[in-house]
């Protein structure tokens, strides 16, 4: 398996629970400061993460059994 590497400034989200989340790249980490870009916020919330942690949507579904 090839693994890509991000080019520039690279930042992640990360689950509170469980550590695991997506990284940024690009114009997503650009000028963040201690809130997450409107895009992100969105993508996230759509994916079903809870933002107010944040907590990945694996670990909100295991928290709502």
């Known amino acids: 398996m090839t693994t890509i590497a991000p ?3 690279v930042g992640n989200v990360v ?3 469980c ?3 997506p990284l940024l790249a ?3 980490i650009d000028d963040v400061d ?3 870009p409107r895009a ?3 993508w996230l919330s759509a994916a079903g993460w809870q933002l ?3 907590v990945c949507s694996d670990c909100c ?3 709502g059994r």
Do not use: A, F, K, Y
């Open 7 to 9: 080019i520039g400034r």
């Open 15 to 17: 689950c509170v629970r």
């Open 19 to 21: 550590g695991d989340g």
């Open 26 to 28: 690009g114009e997503l």
């Open 34 to 36: 201690e809130r997450l």
């Open 40 to 42: 992100v916020q969105g």
């Open 52 to 54: 107010s942690g944040p």
């Open 61 to 63: 579904r295991e928290l």
